[in-house]
């Protein structure tokens, strides 16, 4: 079962650069194979827009810029936990984690410097 943490992570891994186009399209064309059969709705909705606009990269109806121009905007991150909680970087990409599991809060990146 993929969930949506897993296409959130895995995008910001390729929108920061630290995966290839080539690196997460392999990942997210075997993760995303059969989610229909275990994964929820709000899930395989996101799988369907990264689809989509993979598809008009693949077909030449965008360069490479933008499509993460176009995948940006699909990108939460969910903070679970209390207040306290320790923040790592890896690029200019912030992901957050905490010790404590506790109801989500839902944040829009609105850039990725690469």
Not at 42 to 53: G, H, K, N, S, V
Not at 56 to 74: A, M, Q, V
């Amino acid at each position: 079962m993929i969930s949506q943490f897993d296409l959130n992570n895995q995008l910001v891994k390729y929108l920061a650069s630290e995966t290839s186009l080539e690196r997460f399209r392999d990942w997210f064309d075997s993760s995303t194979w059969d989610m229909h059969l275990t994964s929820d709705q709000p899930t395989q909705d996101l799988a369907a827009e990264i689809e989509l606009r993979l598809a008009e990269y693949t077909n030449g109806h965008r360069t490479e810029g933008e499509l993460r121009t176009t995948l940006l905007p699909l990108v939460t991150l969910q903070i679970y936990g209390q207040p306290a909680f320790g923040i790592t970087s890896t690029s200019a990409t912030a992901m957050s984690r905490a010790a404590i599991p506790g109801p989500a809060v839902d944040i829009r990146i609105e850039k990725v410097f690469a």
